[in-house]
């Protein structure tokens, strides 16, 4: 299976800034049931939780455990939304139009690999891969972090003085 690594982009989310990756394939190999994608779809990985977590699982019915299970899900699903959003322009604005979140989106057999089928477009599936932004460090060589280190003393300790 050929993934074609689509590039990245750097964008704030909740105050944070992030680098969005995304990588495509035509082809859908998850089974052997289903090798080519009939609708295209998209898996989101690394996005943030959500703030509220829900009281632990209990095995006895209890229905305001459930209804909070039920709205962290939600608060899930529209964060990965939004970290699909802002991969644009990566992904094809066409997709974006319709996106419809699926527990069983990967083998459509269960809940294992849940994530979007999108609208109309490029056929195939897609990765969108969220994780916190490092600022590359400038001038630093491999090999030479000392001499990195010793010329930037201030930086580091700013009660140093030359």
Known sequence: M???DLGSVIR???GK???ISVSHTDRYEENKWNQFSVRSRIFVSGQPKPTFP???????SNPENDL????????????????????????????????????KCGCEM?????????????KGTYWVEMEKYVKPVPNFVPGHASTYL???????NPDFTH
């Open 110 to 122: 269960c809940p294992c690999s849940p994530g979007f089928y999108a609208g109309q477009g490029r």
């Open 12 to 14: 704030t989310y909740d």
């Open 150 to 156: 010793q010329s930037h003393k201030s930086i580091i």
């Open 2 to 4: 050929l993934i074609n």
């Open 68 to 103: 909070l299970w039920v709205a962290y899900n939600a608060a899930e699903v529209k964060i990965m939304k939004e970290v699909i959003e802002k991969a644009y322009p990566l992904i094809p604005r066409e997709l974006l139009d319709h996106l419809r979140f699926s527990r």
């Open 17 to 19: 800034k992030y680098k």
């Open 54 to 60: 829900p009281h632990p699982v209990s095995y006895e």
